[in-house]
T-cell receptor, first 115, second 114 residues
C-alpha cells in the first residue's frame, strides 16, 4: 500500500531564505508526483507535476525533483517571500495497469515565512 | 487551464438534515470525479471515486448510505450528506479528471453541522 510522508510538518523561516520541503513515498511504482499549495480554508493550487520518467520540474522560484528509486521528492523554494506562506502538499499517483488511479496525498508541510 | 467549481462554498445546516454539494467541470468533460474530505490541519482523504453513469466506488470506512454520490453527466457530480451530524463538519473538495488523466481540484465546500 502506497504511503506518502512529508517532513517537516511545519517550518518557519525568515524572508529571503531558500528552503527545501521533503516528500517520501513507499512504493516507487508511480505514474507521477505532484506538488500542491493550499491556503487556509481554500482549495488546492497545482504547483508542479513530475512524470515518472522525469527528474525535475521548474516554475519560477520553485524547483521539484524526483528520485523514484529512493522514493523521494523535494520542493525547493528560492528567495522565500511572505506570500509563500501556505501548506504544501505532495501527492503521488500510483502506477500500474490503470494510469487513472487515485491520488494519494501526504500530510503536508505548513510553511510560514517571517517578514 | 481547466476549471472546477463547487457549490456552495460554505454551508451551515442543522443536525439531522441533508446537504447537497455540487462539483462541476466548467470547460471540459470529466468521466471521473473524486470526492475528498479534509479535517483541520490534516491532509485530504479520498472518500469516493465517481464515474459518469455508474455507481461510485467508496473507500474503506466511508458509509455509502450516508454520503450519496451521483455523477449524472460528464460535467456534474453531487455529494449528498444525509442526516448530517456535527462530526460530519469538514472541508469537502472534489476533483475532476480529464482525458489526459490530469486532475483538477475545486475550491472546496466548508460544511458546518450545528
Amino acid at each position: 500500500k502506497q504511503e506518502v510522508t512529508q517532513i517537516p510538518a511545519a517550518l518557519s523561516v525568515p524572508e529571503g531564505e531558500n528552503l527545501v520541503l521533503n516528500c517520501s513515498f513507499t512504493d516507487s511504482a508511480i505514474y507521477n508526483l505532484q506538488w500542491f499549495r493550499q491556503d487556509p480554508g481554500k482549495g488546492l493550487t497545482s504547483l508542479l507535476l513530475i512524470q515518472s520518467s522525469q527528474r525535475e520540474q521548474t516554475s519560477g522560484r520553485l524547483n521539484a525533483s524526483l528520485d523514484k528509486s529512493s522514493g523521494r521528492s523535494t520542493l525547493y523554494i528560492a528567495a522565500s517571500q511572505p506570500g509563500d506562506s501556505a501548506t504544501y502538499l505532495c501527492a503521488v499517483r500510483p502506477g500500474g495497469y490503470s494510469s487513472a488511479s487515485k491520488i494519494i496525498f501526504g500530510s503536508g508541510t505548513r510553511l510560514s515565512i517571517r517578514p | 487551464g481547466a476549471v472546477v467549481s463547487q457549490h456552495p462554498s460554505w454551508v451551515i445546516c442543522k443536525s439531522g438534515t441533508s446537504v447537497k454539494i455540487e462539483c462541476r467541470s466548467l470547460d471540459f468533460q470529466a468521466t471521473t470525479m473524486f470526492w475528498y474530505r479534509q479535517f483541520p490541519k490534516q491532509s485530504l482523504m479520498l472518500m469516493a471515486t465517481s464515474n459518469e453513469g455508474s455507481k461510485a466506488t467508496y473507500e474503506q470506512g466511508v458509509e455509502k448510505d450516508k454520503f450519496l454520490i451521483n455523477h449524472a453527466s460528464l460535467t456534474l457530480s453531487t455529494l449528498t450528506v444525509t442526516s448530517a451530524h456535527p462530526e460530519d463538519s469538514s472541508f469537502y473538495i472534489c476533483s475532476a479528471m480529464e482525458l489526459s488523466y490530469e486532475q483538477y481540484f475545486g475550491p472546496g465546500t466548508r460544511l458546518t453541522v450545528t
